[in-house]
T-cell receptor
Framework: DTEVTQTPKHLVMGMTNKKSLKCEQHMGHRAMYWYKQKAKKPPELMFV???????INESVPSRFSPECPNSSLLNLHLHALQPEDSALYLC???????????FGPGTRLLVL | GDSVTQMEGPVTLSEEAFLTINCTYTATGYPSLFWYVQYPGEGLQLLLKATKADDKGSNKGFEATYRKETTSFHLEKGSVQVSDSAVYFC????????FGAGTRLAVHP
């Protein structure tokens, strides 16, 4: 089983709202990732968590705040987003860092 | 730095045609190579992978061989179906995935 789940599937938020995206895996993977994907583009890495610790932040603006409460769960907290942040947000996990990544279905975010 | 180059799409084929999507990479050492597929409105699914030179990855009729001498990992399928219509991403893996731009495939009956 290589399932990564993400909630919600769709999200619409205003620029003053605070919301969170959730990602979960029960495969015992110790690395988890957040990607952002704009239309007709490849995914862009945002954050990497390795053994529940943030190991890579790809210079993401502070209005995006990741959190890894435990080895199965990864959150992305959103605050004061801009319309250009509208995108598909993908979560992925791998058994260990640098191993094969398995992606969730994504959350489609629209910022108004 | 590391990079991946894919052929530009869209690629439009008739059902049962032969498919090739070219992918070349630039990297030091021996990174793992992947093909991911993204169906409309969905996330990425791992299609196949290869971890060392001359490895052949295969899945669902798709194949790709890790060619170190030509730094390539071309995706092939002998007979495509309408259900194969999707965007295909070639990727190189180290501490993070480096994706190509993606190639859109449209298969018509």
């Amino acid at each position: 089983d290589t399932e990564v789940t993400q909630t919600p599937k769709h999200l619409v938020m205003g620029m003053t709202n605070k919301k969170s995206l959730k990602c979960e895996q029960h495969m015992g993977h110790r690395a988890m990732y957040w990607y952002k994907q704009k239309a007709k583009k490849p995914p862009e890495l945002m954050f990497v968590y390795s053994y529940e610790k943030l190991s890579i932040n790809e210079s993401v603006p502070s209005r995006f705040s990741p959190e890894c409460p435990n080895s199965s769960l990864l959150n992305l907290h959103l605050h004061a987003l801009q319309p250009e942040d509208s995108a598909l947000y993908l979560c992925a996990s791998s058994r260990l860092p640098q191993e094969t990544q398995y992606f969730g279905p994504g959350t489609r975010l629209l910022v108004l | 730095g590391d990079s991946v180059t894919q052929m530009e799409g869209p690629v439009t084929l008739s059902e049962e045609a032969f498919l090739t999507i070219n992918c070349t990479y630039t990297a030091t050492g021996y990174p793992s190579l992947f093909w991911y597929v993204q169906y409309p409105g969905e996330g990425l699914q791992l299609l196949l992978k290869a971890t060392k030179a001359d490895d052949k990855g295969s899945n669902k009729g798709f194949e790709a061989t890790y060619r170190k001498e030509t730094t390539s990992f071309h995706l092939e399928k002998g007979s495509v179906q309408v259900s194969d219509s999707a965007v295909y991403f070639c990727a190189l893996g180290r501490n993070k995935l480096i994706f190509g731009a993606g190639t859109r495939l449209a298969v018509h009956p």
